[in-house]
């Protein structure tokens, strides 16, 4: 099963890439459902492509919004930048979008967006007689729904599903809530996220009174999914026929993006490396990974065949640990750090190397680049020296447990 990270940005890009994914999905500055992330122009784009392709990742651009008219002009001239930046495929919702992909770039291959709503083979299969190689199923099917859709399409159609990441309130992300409320279309990737505001009620002949909605003290978010987390159901994926494990989060961080994508790069190859055995459980010491993303509560959504799980007691994350640096080059026991967040001489951090698993640092020494020793990082993006007590490989993300998790 192929594992596909997102980008929102080219530092992103790279770390899902050296952390592991086969493959990433980024947006160009148009046509995709996030306008959050930065995002890619074509110079950037063909620069994506080029990283991936050399250490033998794939490359889609998202291009899943539904156009109006006035915006179809642009398409071609778009579709066509992005097959010669060297993109694999796009990741499309409408079906006027899918023809204009097979006219104007005919060398890249289509996936067909969870925006599609797919939920049956029939769908399925019409969508693979369009010419589409893959689909990428509505998050409300279960496990069961996905076996007998792979049942009943052609072996070469692939399943792709999202494993991880943000849930959204309404099917397949077709909400108006945030439209009508904000004129922040989420249909258009601009979503405000209203599903996680605390509401409160109001009496028309009551001016001024508001009369709050609650479960308990902290009020009662009516809306609010959590997130999404399959990684101890990966033997599941597996014998329900899914061909792509997708991870939610192009508006999330690079250090995101690593955490994720190593996480189950390694519950992966422990699954195949041990046979592909349906008893097959993850590490714990991987499983720990993803507690150490800023995060809401966790669940497995409608895969169980269950409804998925709402948090109705709060719309915040859970974060246990800060992301303090990152490891630029290293020799023995000195590494060059570049500063995220503030840390101490003296302090033990989680480091998160790009190959293997990860250990305890102590930074027993500390210093700036002219050689004055320091008691502390407080400085943003600063590059530090730092004598540890073991080596850091180059690439690394260090971590630092937070004294009040949240």
């Not at 980024?26 to 392709?53: C, S, V």
């Not at 966790?298 to 065949?305: A, P, V």
């Not at 500063?339 to 640092?361: A, E, H, K, T, Y």
Request: aromatic share 10%.
């Amino acid at each position: 099963m192929e594992l596909l990270s997102p980008a929102g940005d080219m530092e992103s890009l790279e770390k899902a890439v050296d952390f592991g994914a086969d493959a990433v999905f980024l947006a160009g500055k148009e046509f995709g459902m996030r306008t959050a992330p930065k995002n890619f122009d074509m110079q950037q784009l063909a620069a994506a492509a080029d990283y991936a392709h050399s250490r033998g990742a794939r490359l889609y651009v998202t291009c899943n919004t539904l156009p109006r008219n006035d915006e179809l002009s642009r398409l071609p001239e778009f579709l066509r930048g992005c097959e010669e930046c060297g993109a694999d495929a796009f990741i499309i919702a409408d079906m006027g979008v899918l023809e204009l992909a097979k006219k104007y770039a005919p060398g890249v291959d289509v996936h067909i967006s969870t925006q599609a709503g797919i939920v049956n083979y029939a769908a399925a299969n019409a969508f693979y007689n369009m010419g589409a190689s893959r689909v990428v199923l509505a998050r409300e099917t279960s496990l069961d729904e996905i076996a007998e859709i792979r049942a009943h399409v052609p072996r070469e159609l692939e399943i792709e599903v999202f494993v991880h990441g943000a849930m959204c309130v309404s099917f397949s992300g077709r909400c108006l809530i945030s439209a009508y409320m904000t004129g922040r279309d989420a249909n258009r990737g601009d979503c405000a996220q209203p599903c996680r505001w605390r509401y409160q009620l109001y009496e028309e002949n009551r001016e001024g009174q508001f009369f709050p909605v609650e479960e308990s003290d902290g009020g009662t978010y009516l809306y609010n999914s959590k997130d999404m987390c399959m990684i101890d159901y990966i033997p599941r994926l597996y014998s329900a026929g899914v061909s792509s494990l997708k991870i939610e989060g192009r508006a999330k961080s690079a250090y995101y993006a690593a955490v994720v994508t190593n996480a189950y790069r390694h519950a992966l190859d422990g699954f195949y490396d041990g046979g592909c055995k349906p008893e097959y459980r993850v590490d714990e010491r991987i499983r720990a990974e993803l507690d150490k993303i800023s995060h809401r509560q966790y669940s497995q959504g409608f895969y169980l065949g269950g409804e998925p799980g709402q948090n109705t007691a709060d719309g915040g994350y859970i974060r246990k640990y800060d992301f303090v640096a990152t490891c630029a080059a290293s020799e023995g026991n000195s590494a060059v750090i570049i500063q995220r967040n503030r840390f101490f001489r003296g302090d033990s951090l989680d480091v998160l190397p790009p190959d293997g698993i990860p250990f305890d640092v102590v930074i027993n020494e500390l210093y700036d680049e002219s050689g004055e020793p320091l008691d502390s990082a407080p400085h943003p993006l600063q590059r530090l020296n730092a004598r540890t007590s073991r080596n850091i490989p180059a690439g690394s993300m260090l971590r630092k447990i937070r004294k009040t998790a949240y």
